[in-house]
């Protein structure tokens, strides 16, 4: 098993390099798994209730998702805010950006459930210790499943390498269902590229300053054809407000 870098450690990591991988020892550690994650058959099980991605299904591509939106404040509490689309500019991304874009909001059992707390506030520590000056934020929670068919090949990032225009992004692997590939890849800006990693186990983890680096993640697709196969990943971006 891999060492466990104390938290201190791993803001170290972000401040150097832009980015980090977690593998789901070291999450699980951090997070305080498995007490402080005592509904997670729950909320990994909520995957399977998502609702289809309208706007990417309008051009043949397979996505399942729900969006929360959260705010933290100077108090550190967090509170979840009423219902609002996701917005990106095109600077960001490329193929949908400048809509509005209204999901199916995230269930309020899993919004409220433990899981979810425990990663919202872990979140909100690591990444108010990296930017002490702000005093509050503005977090969006995203489940996503992608979905890989025979005959096509599922995207996890249909907009190609990609900043989210956020400060800082948390991906955390749910579920991985008869899947290949799925690697993840992070760029500098200039495109040189700093590393790749491949999210594979419930808890692996990938840590991203938004600001510093690209990322971008490979199309999966099927391992055995006949069968269902999926990806499922939980995104929180943290955006000082």
């Known amino acids: 098993m891999p060492p466990i870098p104390d938290f201190t450690a791993l803001g170290e990591r ?20 498995p007490a402080a994650l005592g509904d997670w058959p729950a909320f990994a099980a909520s995957w399977n209730d998502l609702a289809p ?38 600077a960001y991304n490329r193929l949908q950006g400048d809509i509005q874009r209204w999901f199916e909001p995230i269930e309020q ?69 008869n899947i290949a590939s799925g690697t993840t890849t992070i760029l500098a800006p200039d495109g040189t590229e700093l590393g790749s990693f491949t999210l594979t186990r419930p808890l692996d983890a990938a840590l991203v300053d938004d600001a510093r680096v690209f990322h971008g993640v490979t199309p999966v697709s099927p391992l055995d054809p006949s069968q269902p196969a999926h990806r499922d990943v939980l995104v929180v971006t943290f955006r000082a407000a």
């Open 109 to 177: 059992a899993v919004a409220e459930g433990a899981s979810l707390q425990r990663i919202l506030a872990f979140s909100r520590d690591l990444f108010g210790a990296l930017a002490p000056q702000a005093r509050r934020w503005h977090v969006e929670v995203h489940q996503f499943r992608i979905e890989a068919l025979p005959e096509q090949a599922g995207e996890p990032t249909p907009e190609g390498m990609h900043r989210d225009g956020v400060d800082y992004v948390l991906v955390l692997m749910i579920d991985r269902h």
């Open 53 to 90: 991605d309208t706007y990417l299904a309008a051009q043949g591509r397979h996505r399942r998702r729900r969006h929360a939106t959260f705010a933290v404040g100077e108090d550190g509490e967090i509170l979840r805010q009423p219902h609002q689309p996701h917005f990106q500019s095109l």
């Open 14 to 33: 972000l401040r150097r390099d832009g980015f980090a991988f977690l593998e789901a020892p070291v999450t699980s550690a951090l997070l305080g798994a």
